[in-house]
């Protein structure tokens, strides 16, 4: 789950973290008064989505008068910003997070992340203006070790390669260690800070904060579930998240040939076979082994009520969890709530593979059976041409 | 001896008395494995599936002497679980928990260096050695002993292939599955050491997935290795969309890091046959022992 940059922020200062004074608008009027009781020289416009590279967008802009702050605001809110991580249709923008203009000395990219290959967390820092040159333009790997609800490292030997005087070190240094506490505190699988600025009065602030929860980890962080931004958000589309809560991975797709699998490494090999016999498959779907009949009825009616979709794809391989029968009964029941108006094609093996079938039957449902997984790909992908024809 | 497990290994199962772990271990006693015990904190002194439950590993391990731990606890604690597992020093523990916090697996990662402890998942299926023992909730209809190890990263595409190497004649040694997570125990390359180390193994299938680096990392043992074995593998996903999580939490591709491409052209490097289609897998794996013998 992703945050927002003000989520992130207010999050952060639980731990110490110093944030520039700033607070949220909806509108260019709000944004004008927020900027007033601010009372700086100084501010800067943030538009709130969750997608990097703003900036280059126009979604992050200076003004220097509360009503100046209230024309851009009144700008962005409600553009559709596109940047190089949303993609062409870009995201809506709904907030700005308006700021006061902190001036930088030297700034710094920070972040703790979960290094999947190597099964750690490590703390990630660069001098952002020293990219290119030698040394800590790399910046520092210090991997970290987690204890109860904090993490221990090197913090120290991390602040060293920057040439700061001690005061700055151990200041930066404990700036690093309250970045490896937020991760674990907060469950999250990212918390990256960047830039993390020094100011003239010598203080480390968090000018821009992204933080990536683990979803599973959710259930122990009940107050940033409820942050949950149903709308938007590569996370966060809604039927993604209701068929999630039905034990469905789903998500939609351009394509015309609704498939119904079980598991993630049989789904993407699904996807891959339709491709390669010239197909496009209308949506992602991996059955989890904890879904039950009513489940599976819920996530074929996506599917039967998707009007893109001109043939359904069935590739079902029964495990010891999630047997071929009760995905049958799911799509039996799904059938007589919806009916389908487009063929359905049958791939169904290992586990109760037969009872399946003749589940299938005795709904009522009409399928085309193939016992070979190419062979009811290619089916799927000539169906789904004829219909289109 | 076979992959990590023989008919001889003596198994408990922790949350044993749980409504799907009761389901599985079922199975697997029917299948042959030698269910010894079963853990349940509060429960110790109670019999569940005719075998004696413990509240705690180390009593269940004193008392049965088994070996080797199935971890059937939900997310919240199954961090926990594996943690006691292994200071109690089991050595090979599998754990079918799915949706496990990543920080908790990094934490048991922390405890896992040094320990006499093998960890298989979470998010995995388990370890089949077919017609001599079970530990976990595949199927196992398809499966027959033969000469072909399996690793994989998915449960429901290995019970595919165990499916396409039997039609294929062939059968298995062994299937492993390391698990869909980001963080996990044995890791791909680890599983193809095992395999080379098994006689009973001829020829070795990787079965991997968009994400993470673990096809990249088999890939460059095997380079190293140049084994005589035969290597076929699979890596789905090709066709995913970017920065989407798919199904696994592991399964995620971002730009060149983790694509499908990049994992099958740094195994195609490594001499590792990669097969045409997920539905060819099997023949792959037949031809390429033909070529072998």
Request: aromatic share 4%.
């Amino acid at each position: 789950m992703n945050l927002h940059e003000f989520q992130a922020k207010e999050l952060l200062t639980r731990f110490g973290i110093m944030i520039p004074r700033g607070r949220l608008a909806a509108s260019g009027a709000e944004a004008a008064s927020v900027a007033r009781r601010l009372n700086v020289r100084e501010f800067v416009v943030k538009a709130q989505i969750q997608a990097g590279e703003r900036a280059a967008g126009g979604g992050i802009r200076f003004a220097t008068s509360p009503d100046e702050v209230g024309t851009i605001a009144a700008d962005i809110i409600g553009r559709r910003l596109m940047t190089n991580q949303t993609g062409p249709a870009g995201e809506e923008v709904r907030w700005v997070y308006i700021e006061e203009a902190v001036p930088v000395v030297r700034s710094f990219y920070c972040a703790a992340v979960v290094d999947r290959s190597r099964g750690q967390l490590i703390l990630v820092t660069r001098d952002r203006d020293d990219e290119r040159s030698a040394g800590c333009g790399d910046g520092t790997v210090l991997p970290l070790e987690i204890v109860g609800s904090t993490a221990r490292g090197d913090f120290d030997r991390a602040a060293s390669p920057f040439g700061f005087e001690p005061v700055q070190r151990s200041l930066f240094a404990k700036r690093l260690s309250q970045i490896a506490e937020a991760a674990v505190s907060l469950d999250a699988i990212l918390v990256e800070i960047s830039p993390l600025a020094l100011t003239p009065s010598g203080d480390f602030v968090a000018l821009d904060a992204k933080v990536t929860i683990d979803d599973h980890a959710l259930f122990r962080h009940p107050d940033i579930a409820a942050l949950q931004d149903v709308n938007e958000g590569e996370d966060n589309d809604s039927v993604m998240l209701a068929a999630d809560r039905h034990q469905i991975n789903y998500l939609k797709l351009d394509g015309d040939i609704g498939v119904v699998v079980n598991g993630a490494g049989l789904a993407l090999a699904t996807l891959d076979l339709l491709h390669q016999a010239g197909g496009r498959a209308a949506n992602f779907m991996d059955i989890r082994t904890t879904a039950t009949s009513l489940d599976i009825a819920y996530a074929f009616g996506l599917i039967a009520t998707n009007p893109q979709v001109r043939s359904v794809l069935v590739n079902v391989h029964g495990g010891g969890m999630q047997r071929c029968d009760t995905i049958a009964d799911g799509i039996g029941i799904a059938f007589r709530r919806f009916g389908c108006s487009v063929p359905i094609v049958v791939r169904l093996a290992g586990n109760n593979a037969e009872f399946a079938a003749t589940r299938l039957k005795s709904y009522g449902v009409s399928v085309v059976e193939t016992a070979d997984m190419w062979q009811a790909v290619n089916t799927a992908v000539q169906l789904a041409t004829l219909k289109a024809a | 001896m076979a992959v990590l497990a023989t008919k001889e290994t003596r198994v408990i199962c922790q949350g044993l008395t749980g409504r799907a772990a009761t389901y599985h271990v079922g199975r697997m006693v029917a299948y042959g494995t030698q269910v010894v015990g079963g853990v349940t904190p509060g429960k110790g002194g109670r019999r569940h599936l005719d075998v004696p439950v413990f509240d705690t590993v180390v009593e269940a391990v004193a008392a049965t002497g088994a070996t080797a731990s199935l971890v059937f606890v939900p997310p919240a604690s199954a961090a926990d679980a594996m943690i006691e597992a292994i200071d109690a020093g089991i050595e090979l523990l599998v754990c079918v928990t799915e949706r496990v916090p990543v920080l908790d697996m990094i934490r048991v990662r922390q405890r896992l260096q040094g320990s006499r402890t093998r960890l298989v998942g979470p998010n995995s299926q388990g370890i089949l050695v077919p017609g001599e023992t079970q530990l976990g909730v595949m199927t196992t209809i398809n499966a027959c002993k033969g000469p072909v190890g399996i690793a994989s990263r998915s449960a429901s595409l290995t019970s595919e292939i165990v499916a396409q190497t039997t039609a294929a004649g062939l059968g298995q040694s062994a299937t492993i599955g390391v698990g869909g997570d980001p963080v996990h125990g044995v890791s791909l390359a680890d599983c193809v050491r095992l395999f080379l180390e098994d006689p009973a193994t001829e020829g070795i299938i990787l079965i991997g997935e968009i994400g993470g680096t673990d096809e990249e990392e088999a890939a460059a043992l095997i380079k190293e290795l140049k084994p005589e074995k035969p290597i076929v593998a699979i890596v789905v996903g090709q066709n995913a969309p970017q920065q989407r999580r798919m199904g696994h939490a592991g399964a995620l591709a971002a730009g060149q890091m983790g694509s499908a491409k990049a994992k099958m052209e740094a195994l195609r490097e490594a001499g590792v046959v990669i097969a045409p289609r997920a539905d060819l897998v099997g023949v792959t794996m037949r031809q390429a022992l033909a070529g072998y013998r």
